[in-house]
């Protein structure tokens, strides 16, 4: 647009200040609104999606459709058939492992040394402990400490006298054998879980803020496999016995409440306690995809063969916040919408006022298209002004809740710093949003104003 | 000849309701003309004005103007003519209140290629050109009816135009000020200017050197005054 036409329309914006923000109103009430609930929507997401409920992975379980059991399970066989679906069409998964939950009661205690009263934390492990492949999770352990099944190559030696065994190791005194301790890792919600309720009521108690590194890195606790706090006792596969487990590190592959430790110690004491094809299925298979996109091809294949996919909680959350999110913009459409209109009212208004003034502008050289730049140019200005208003305003709203949510909400599981993404992609389609609806205000007045004939324009002054 | 109409007709209105307003009217007007068109009101001056200057379209007949057959024309090409060789100048003036007399003046770059030198050279010089100069950044709302009248003939003057159509230009102004534009208005035609002017004045048409008349559509021209005659300063 040549810059004296703008000229022209700068003018006729500044002259009709009033009205023009007046009819902006609607545009900048309904873009705050819009950006404000899309980045909110963004920023929960982040937060739900890719820290609480990861959105990136399938959790594939034998299917419960009859009381006696389907007859599936899985198995290695079919660990190999979700690595490589036979159906080329499906997407390769970038990873895929079993877990085996403990199959029977389990138990521990521990922590008396992190705790300044010296008193051991007993904690219930039935249910709360599975193994999980090795290979899957020792890339996210830091040195020194390593996520293996040490008894899988490991010699241990003979305890000494006074069950005394060497650095690092400690007696099982069952087999008098000095064993490497079983590594175990947990997951963030545990950590989050501590860090708000726990650790926030208990002023003895540090934050974990950056988690092993500090305070629980290497730290070991007793677990006595075969007996529950609960009185239930395992009737085969002999005396429970106890074991020493360290903590390793955090990792999302880890079971959402409880331990995580290598597959290969949970395999053999299934086979102890429980025996038959408890060593051998799994409990479930936790597929990875290489992207989001993924997920619904693979879920089909996943049924196609057998399978069912657990419903995540993910999903169902993810599903709710997609419905509040478009709710809420919903409305924030219907504003901008409604402004749109508003904005068509003000420039037919204005362009029967200036009706003289387009046939003067027609007189002097102006063509149709001339005619109908300077109406959509005038609307386009007062979209992007709008819009940038609009978004500054969403924006500001934004660090106002989160700066309340930071000095007033007390401490909750995966707190985030900010409930909000502005995404270029937000911003630009804010903008454009607030330009388009200005302009498709303005499509009809600036249509009416090109098809005036200049000495009919002219004619009503 | 610079304007050339042949049996044009004008109707406003459809059916019954139509009304006629202009009548086979045929009409040619030479370079370095100056005619004015009289007439009762309402007996289609401005429709006529309007039709040569391809401000209205909706007519039938053949209108030739500078040269150019308005009715092969493009919007875009109509456009141009109006914005190169038609300089238009109207009873209201016409000034868009909220710009300066020099803005004002230069409405006609808005939609031609001059650069910005060249535009405040030729607004200047045309200012100069109307004796308004020094008025070059004075709110054009804030100008008396002769001022007014004044740059709106500096606008109409921007691109150098051959052919000035003007509806009433004195019609809202005292005798004194018309008188100056009258003679503004004979200046330009002895610099080669063709005129074209509606009025309802007598000095205005006395003015002029053919004096067309319109009388309920119709055409007529009154017989040239002889050379000469009425000559004060024999
Ligand atoms: N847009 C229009 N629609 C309908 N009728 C019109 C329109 N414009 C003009 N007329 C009618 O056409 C006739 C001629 O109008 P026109 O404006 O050409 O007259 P005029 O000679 O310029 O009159 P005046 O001296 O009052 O300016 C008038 O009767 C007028 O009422
Ligand atoms: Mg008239």
């Known amino acids: 647009m040549p810059s004296r036409l703008l000229f022209l329309i700068w003018q006729n914006l500044r002259r009709n200040m009033r009205h023009n923000i007046l009819s902006s109103i609607g545009i900048i009430v309904g873009i705050a609104a819009f950006a404000f609930f899309l980045a909110l929507d963004a920023g929960v997401r982040r937060v739900v999606l890719g820290e609480i409920f990861p959105v990136d992975r399938l959790e594939v379980v034998a299917p419960k459709s009859s009381l006696f059991g389907s007859g599936r399970f899985i198995d290695d066989a079919v660990l190999a058939r979700l690595r490589q679906p036979v159906d080329s069409t499906v997407p390769a998964p970038a990873a895929v492992f079993g877990r085996m939950r403990l199959g029977f009661p389990a138990r521990g205690w521990g922590g008396a040394r992190i705790l300044k009263r010296g008193r051991d934390i007993p904690f219930e492990l039935t249910g709360f402990c599975d193994g999980v492949d090795d290979q899957v999770i020792a890339p996210e352990i830091k040195p020194p400490f390593t996520f293996r099944d040490h008894l899988a190559d490991d010699q241990p030696p003979p305890c000494a006298p006074g069950n005394r065994c060497p650095e690092g190791r400690y007696c099982a005194w069952d087999v008098n054998r000095c064993h490497k301790p079983v590594p175990a890792v947990i997951s963030r919600h545990l950590i989050e879980l501590y860090n708000s309720s726990i650790a926030a009521s208990n002023p003895d108690l540090p934050k974990i803020p950056d988690f092993l590194t500090s305070i629980f890195a290497g730290k070991t606790f007793t677990v006595e496999l075969g007996r529950s706090y609960f009185g239930t006792v395992v009737r085969q596969g002999g005396q429970p016995i106890q074991r020493k487990f360290q903590l390793v590190g955090v990792s999302d592959k880890a079971i959402p409440l409880g331990l995580s430790v290598p597959i290969g110690y949970v395999k053999r004491w299934n086979q102890r306690y429980k025996g038959g094809a408890s060593a051998k299925t799994y409990s479930s298979a936790v597929l990875l995809t290489r992207s989001k996109a993924d997920i619904t091809p693979i879920a089909a294949y996943i049924k196609s063969i057998g399978f069912d996919v657990k419903q995540g909680a993910g999903k169902t959350i993810g599903l709710f916040i997609t419905l509040a999110s478009f709710l809420l913009t919903l409305v924030s459409v219907i504003i901008v919408f409604i402004a749109a209109i508003n904005i068509a009212h003000t420039f037919l208004m204005l362009v029967s006022e200036r009706r003289w003034e387009i046939g003067l502008l027609r007189a002097v050289g102006a063509s149709r298209a001339h005619v109908r730049r300077t109406v959509l140019g005038e609307a386009a200005i007062i979209g992007a002004v709008s819009g940038t208003v609009g978004l500054s305003l969403a924006w500001v709203a934004a660090l106002v809740c989160d700066h309340f949510s930071a000095t007033r909400l007390p401490d909750f599981p995966f707190k985030p710093e900010s409930y909000f993404v502005f995404s270029p992609t937000l911003i630009a389609l804010s903008m454009g949003f607030a330009i388009g609806c200005c302009l498709l205000g303005a499509l009809l007045p600036a249509q009416r104003a090109a098809a005036l004939s200049p000495a009919q324009a002219l004619g009503s002054r | ?234």
Not at chain 2, 81 to 96: A, E, H, P, T, Y
Not at chain 2, 193 to 211: F, G, K, M, Y
Request: net charge neutral.
């Open chain 2, 1 to 234: 000849m610079l304007i050339k109409l042949h049996k044009i007709n004008k109707q406003y209105g459809q059916g019954s309701a139509a009304r006629r307003v202009l009548r086979d009217v045929d009409l040619a007007i030479a370079e370095g003309d100056f005619a004015a068109i009289v007439g009762t009101s309402g007996s289609g001056k401005s429709s006529l004005l309007n039709v040569i200057g391809g401000l209205d379209r909706d007519f039938t007949g053949e209108a030739e103007v500078v040269g150019q057959s308005l009715r092969g024309l493009s919007d875009r090409a109509l456009s141009m003519l109006r914005n190169r060789s038609i300089g238009f100048i109207f009873q209201q003036f016409n000034l868009l209140e909220h710009l300066s007399c020099g803005e004002n003046v230069a409405l006609p770059a808005v939609f031609s290629k001059w650069d910005k030198a060249k535009v405040k050279r030729r607004v200047d010089d045309v200012l100069e050109r109307v004796g308004l100069a020094d008025r070059r950044d004075h709110l054009a709302g804030r100008l008396s009816g002769g001022q007014k009248q004044r740059v709106a003939i500096a606008r109409a003057l921007f691109h150098s135009p051959t052919l000035l159509l003007c509806d009433e230009p004195t019609g809202n102004l005292d005798t004194r000020t018309g008188r100056a534009v009258i003679e503004l208005f004979q200046q330009l035609n002895d610099e080669g200017i063709t005129l074209l002017i509606v009025t309802h004045e007598a000095r205005v048409s006395d003015a002029a050197r053919r004096v067309l008349r319109i009388e309920d559509g119709s055409l007529s021209e009154d017989p040239a005054p002889q050379v000469g005659s009425g000559g004060s300063d024999a």
